[in-house]
C-alpha cells in the first residue's frame, strides 16, 4: 500500500527495482507502439526531413523488451529486468554499474550484446539507471557501486571531494547535444528568436532542471546567463527553482494544455520520441549552440577480477556495434554523429562554455528562489533490519536508498542523522544522534553523513523503540528551527513500536500535541517500509503536526520517497 504523495507506478515485472521518472515516461506497451506510430503518420502536420513510417517494437530472445526500431534505426528505450547473463559460464560474477538516465538503455544494450557473444566476459551486468549528481555525493560507502557512466566532469570533482577519494574516468566515448523540446505548433510560432536569452523565460515557458544537480541545466545557463540581464535570470530562478530537480518529464511537456518546453539532451528527445511517436516533440537548437553532454566509464571497485570485467564492457562501449547503437539513440560518437531529429528548428551545434561566473551567478540566483529543507532523518535500526530479501539485507537496501536520496537532493538542505532501537543511545536510550545539523552543499557535511549511514550495521539490533524516539527527535527538531526553511522530522520504520517500558501511542499524541508551535512549525513524516509499520497508529501521529504518512510495499521503494520528504 502506498499512502498519499507517495511513489509512483511500479514496473509490475520487477518488483525488487524502482523505476525512475524518466524511465517510466518511455515504458509502454508494443501494441501501443504500433497502432500510434501508423496514427501519427496519418496525421503528422509538419516535418523538415522524411521520417521513418513504422515503428516496431522487438522482444529479445533473452527475455526483455528493451529494444524498439525506428525504420532501420536501434533505439533501445527502456531497462532489461535481470542482469544480462553471459553464455560464456554458468557462474557469473555480479558486476553493478550505475549509469547516468539518458544512456542507460543503450549501455544495457550493449551489456546484453556483449553477454550474447561466444567469448564474452564472465560477468552479469546490472545497469543502475541513477542520476550523476546523486552517485557522486554517496561513493564513500554503501551507494558505492562497481563502475559509473556520467554524463558531465563536473561530478568527478564532486565525488572527489564528497568520497575524499581519487575517482578518475575513462575517455568519453558518447556525447549528447543540449537543446529545447517542444510540441511543433508551440516551436513553429517561435520565428527566429531562437537565442538561448529568447528562449529561456521567453513566450514558451520552459521547465529547467536544479543547475546544481543537473548538468543539462548547467550548460543551458552556464551559456545562457552571460545574455541574461539580472532581472530575466532573477525571474526564470524565481519561478523554476521552487519545483526544480535533477530532471524534468518529457510527459508533461506532450500533454500540457498550455505551452510548455523543457531543456533536454538530444538523446532524451530521440528516445521520448521512439517510444511515444503519437506524442512526439520537436526539438529547438539555439543559436548560438551549446556544449554537449560527455559521458564516461569510471571504474570503482577495487576488486581485481571485476576490475576486468569493468574494462571488458568499457572496450565493448566504443565497439562497432555499440557506436552505432548509441548514434541511432541520439548520441554522437568518435566516429559518428546521430540522424537530426524531426522536426528540428534551427541547427544543432556543439559550441560554448558551460562554466564561469555566467553560471556561478546564475547558480546562486536559483538557490536563493529554491525551496529549502531542514530535515531530522531516524532510521531504524532494529533486528528486523538484518532480514534477507533477493537483493541483500534491509539493512543493506537501507543503507543505499538513504546515501542516495540524501546525496540527491538540493544542497540547500540542511539534516541530521539518528538512528534508533531499543537501548541504543549512550545513556541507553532508544535513540542515539550520529551527525547534527549540516548542509548538504558542504562536502565534508555530506561525506560525513555518507559515512554515518555505511556505519549503520555496527548499531543493529534489537527492538524498535519508535514512540520514544518520535517524541526525542520532535523536541530536537522543535529547539533547532530553522525561519525560511520547510522543518521536517522524517522517520524510517521498519516496523511498529516495541519498547513496552516507553511512552504509548496515547503519550505520544499527548507529547505532540502540548508541544507543536504554530509559531515554529515542524512536521512529522513517517516512512513505513515494507508494509510492517502500524499504519493506524502512524497516521494518527502524522495528523497532529500536519505531517505525512508513506507505507512501501518493499524496502527499495524507500529512495524516491525519502528524496521527496527532504526536499526533492
Not at 69 to 92: H, I, K, M
Not at 156 to 170: C, E, L, M, Q
Not at 436 to 444: F, M, N, Q, R
Amino acid at each position: 500500500m502506498t499512502g498519499a504523495g507517495g511513489p509512483g507506478p511500479e514496473d509490475s515485472r520487477a518488483p525488487g527495482r524502482r523505476i525512475g521518472p524518466y524511465e517510466q515516461s518511455l515504458r509502454e506497451s508494443r501494441e501501443r507502439v504500433e497502432a500510434a506510430a501508423r496514427e501519427h503518420a496519418r496525421r503528422r502536420r509538419r516535418t523538415r526531413v522524411v521520417a521513418a513510417v513504422a515503428t516496431l517494437a522487438v522482444v529479445a530472445g533473452v527475455g526483455y523488451g528493451a529494444f524498439r526500431y525506428l525504420g532501420l534505426r536501434e533505439v533501445p528505450t527502456a531497462l532489461p529486468t535481470t542482469a544480462a547473463q553471459p553464455t560464456s559460464c554458468a557462474d557469473p560474477v555480479k558486476v553493478r554499474v550505475s549509469v547516468a538516465p539518458a544512456i542507460a538503455p543503450a549501455v544495457a544494450a550493449a551489456a546484453e550484446s556483449l553477454a550474447s557473444r561466444s567469448d564474452a566476459p564472465c560477468a552479469a551486468y546490472t545497469i543502475d539507471a541513477e542520476e550523476p549528481f546523486s552517485v557522486a555525493g554517496s561513493l564513500g560507502g554503501a551507494g558505492r557501486p562497481d563502475a559509473w557512466i556520467t554524463d558531465s566532469s563536473v561530478w568527478i570533482g564532486r565525488a572527489n571531494a564528497v568520497s575524499r577519494a581519487r575517482v578518475t574516468p575513462g575517455e568519453p566515448f558518447a556525447t549528447s547535444a543540449v537543446l529545447v523540446a517542444m510540441t511543433d505548433e508551440n516551436a513553429s510560432r517561435l520565428g527566429s528568436r531562437l537565442r538561448w536569452a529568447d528562449l529561456l523565460g521567453g513566450a514558451v515557458p520552459l521547465r529547467i532542471p536544479d543547475p546544481n544537480r543537473s548538468a543539462i541545466a548547467r550548460i543551458a545557463l552556464g551559456v545562457a546567463a552571460s545574455s541574461l540581464t539580472d532581472a530575466r535570470l532573477r525571474a526564470l530562478a524565481v519561478a523554476s527553482a521552487p519545483t526544480a530537480s535533477g530532471g524534468v518529464s518529457l510527459d508533461g511537456i506532450a500533454k500540457a494544455d498550455q505551452g510548455l518546453g523543457a531543456v533536454v539532451s538530444q538523446a532524451q528527445l530521440v528516445a521520448w520520441n521512439a517510444a511515444q511517436p503519437e506524442e512526439s516533440l520537436a526539438a529547438v537548437a539555439p543559436a548560438e549552440g551549446a556544449p554537449a553532454l560527455e559521458y564516461s566509464l569510471v571504474s570503482l571497485t577495487t576488486d581485481t577480477a571485476k576490475a576486468g570485467l569493468v574494462t571488458a564492457l568499457e572496450h565493448h562501449l566504443t565497439s562497432a556495434d555499440t557506436r552505432k547503437v548509441l548514434q541511432d539513440s541520439g548520441f554522437r560518437t568518435p566516429d559518428g554523429n546521430p540522424t537530426d531529429l524531426s522536426p528540428l528548428y534551427g541547427e544543432i551545434r556543439v559550441a560554448g562554455d558551460a562554466e564561469g561566473a555566467s553560471l556561478t551567478k546564475a547558480a546562486g540566483l536559483w538557490n536563493a528562489a529554491a525551496r529549502k529543507t531542514q530535515a531530522l532523518l531516524a532510521v531504524d535500526v532494529s533486528g528486523s533490519m538484518l532480514e534477507r530479501t533477493d537483493n541483500g539485507t534491509r539493512l543493506a537496501i537501507v543503507q543505499k536508498s538513504t546515501a542516495r536520496a540524501v546525496a540527491a537532493v538540493s544542497p540547500t538542505t540542511v539534516a541530521s542523522l539518528w538512528i534508533y532501537s531499543l537501548h541504543v543511545g549512550s545513556r541507553a536510550d532508544d535513540y542515539r544522534q550520529l551527525t547534527g545539523y549540516a548542509g548538504l552543499g558542504v562536502s565534508k557535511s555530506l561525506g560525513a553523513l555518507d559515512d554515518a549511514v555505511s556505519g549503520l550495521d555496527t548499531y543493529v539490533g534489537g527492538g524498535s523503540g519508535l514512540y520514544d524516539t518520535i517524541a526525542a527527535a520532535y523536541d530536537r527538531a522543535r529547539s533547532a528551527w530553522r525561519p525560511g526553511y520547510a522543518n521536517t522530522l522524517i522517520v524510517v520504520a521498519d516496523g511498529p513500536n516495541e519498547d513496552d517500558y516507553g511512552l504509548t501511542l496515547e503519550l505520544l499524541k499527548k507529547r505532540l500535541a502540548s508541544a507543536k508551535d504554530p509559531k515554529r512549525p515542524v512536521r512529522v513524516v513517517i516512512l513505513g517500509i515494507g508494509g510492517r509499520a502500524d499504519d493506524a497508529a502512524m497516521r494518527q501521529v502524522v495528523s497532529i503536526t500536519g505531517g505525512q504518512y508513506v507505507s512501501t510495499e518493499t524496502v527499495e521503494e524507500l529512495q524516491p520517497v525519502l528524496a521527496k520528504a527532504l526536499g526533492g
